[in-house]
Nanobody
């Protein structure tokens, strides 16, 4: 069983930055692909950034060039650096881990709210 705890959400102005963190426990972190998903009201949850066990990254087109995902296997933590934030980035952001890939998660965090004001 893996436990994921997100932190770092909050309120930001358009053009600003936030950094999300996700601390994992309960299993060997380095075995898992990690990802950040988000869900805005009335929309489906979408994968915005993913990182493989080897550190390869992938991003949704909507966040490319603005968001950066990274992982620190020594700290069992994955990060999402969000720059040049837009109001449409407002959503609940969820950390997820998958043994196969980040778009097929086995475990989810509880979510953290990110609100971007215009």
């Amino acid at each position: 069983q893996v436990q994921l705890v997100e932190s770092g959400g909050g309120l930001a102005q358009a053009g600003g930055s936030l950094r999300l963190s996700c601390a994992a426990s309960g299993s060997i972190f380095s075995f898992f692909a990690m990802g950040w998903h988000r869900q805005a009201p009335g929309t489906q949850r979408e994968l915005v950034a993913a990182i493989t066990r080897r550190g390869e990254t992938n991003y949704a087109d909507s966040v490319k060039g603005r968001f950066t995902i990274s992982r620190d296997n020594a700290k069992d933590t994955v990060y999402l650096q969000m720059n040049s934030l837009k109001p449409e980035d407002t959503a609940v952001y969820y950390c997820a881990s998958g043994l196969v890939s980040a778009d097929r998660p086995n475990y989810w965090g509880q979510g953290t709210q990110v609100t971007v004001s215009s």
